[in-house]
Every structure is written in structure tokens, then in C-alpha cells.
């Protein structure tokens, strides 16, 4: 019966380390980034345009909204997201489709984080782009490329 235990314990042991790297394959973490401004209309004050294709479109390079307390999970990604446009200034229209891409961080109870993925829609667009959203690490902000600043 011990032995059963121990064998127990060792296997919900692996299992609960396997599901998280121990390594981070986060390439745009920046710990030194400002805390966003917001403007009048409660959105994040995005300047610069992203000149990495990759930025936002690859789970290695997530777009990083960092939160201070859990209230600020969502209203952060939404702060983020509504800054946006399309291309040509388009209304975009977003939802959360699903999590992936465990990855450890200190910036967790848990000791990991996951990545939110959002689909974004326009308009006149031909097929929806898929987001990856961090709000566990911070980060410079930046328009994704294929993507507007609203005013």
C-alpha cells in the first residue's frame, strides 16, 4: 500500500511539472516596458507600429499586456484590442477563441501562464487573424502589422 502511494504521488508529481516548460519560449518580454497611458476613450495609447511580422501572430512573440490584479485580466486585453482597426480603419470586432502555449512566469500564483488567442474580424475582411495575447509579461506595445491605430 506505500509503495502504491509513493508510485501515486511521483506520477501526479510529473504530471503536474510536464505541463509547463521550464524554460520560457517568450522572445519580446520586456520587464522594463511602461505601464500603458490610457486615452479618453479607455484605451491603451499605442505610437509605434510593429516592424516584426511575427508580433502578435506567433506564440513566441505574443502581444504583452501585463496586469496588476486579477480585475484587470480582461479590461487590459480589451484596453489593448480597442485600440485597434483594420487596415484601413476598419471597426474590428474580437473574441477570445481559446488558451495555449503553457509557459512558466513569476508573475503567476501558479508559477505559468497561458496564452489567450483572439480571433479579429473586420468588414470587407476575406479570413479572420488570429492574436496571441500575454497578460502575464510585460512588453512594449505596438500595432501588429496588417493593422490600423484608431484615433
Known amino acids: 500500500m506505500k509503495i502504491k502511494s509513493i508510485v ?3 506520477a501526479l508529481l510529473i504530471c503536474a511539472t510536464s505541463c509547463i516548460s521550464t524554460k520560457s519560449t517568450l522572445r519580446n518580454v520586456n520587464e522594463n516596458a511602461p505601464i500603458p497611458q490610457l486615452t479618453a476613450n479607455n484605451t491603451f495609447v499605442i505610437t509605434a507600429f510593429s516592424k ?3 508580433y502578435g501572430y506567433n506564440p513566441d512573440y505574443p502581444i504583452n499586456i501585463f496586469f496588476r490584479t486579477t480585475k484587470d485580466e480582461v ?3 480589451q484596453r489593448y484590442l480597442n485600440a485597434l482597426t483594420g487596415p484601413k ?3 474590428i470586432f474580437y473574441k477570445k477563441i481559446e488558451i495555449c502555449c503553457p509557459f512558466p512566469t513569476k508573475n503567476s500564483e501558479m508559477g505559468g501562464g ?3 488567442i483572439y480571433e479579429i474580424t473586420w468588414v470587407g475582411q476575406k479570413q479572420p487573424v488570429k ?3 500575454n ?3 510585460k512588453g512594449d506595445l505596438f500595432v501588429p502589422m496588417g ?3 484608431a484615433k
Do not use: A, T
Request: charged share 25%; proline share 4%; aromatic share 20%.
Open 8 to 10: 501515486m504521488l511521483f
Open 52 to 54: 516584426d511580422p511575427k
Open 75 to 77: 479590461i487590459n486585453q
Open 89 to 91: 480603419g476598419e471597426k
Open 114 to 116: 497561458f496564452l489567450d
Open 131 to 133: 492574436l496571441y495575447l
Open 135 to 137: 497578460i502575464y509579461e
Open 147 to 149: 493593422f490600423g491605430l
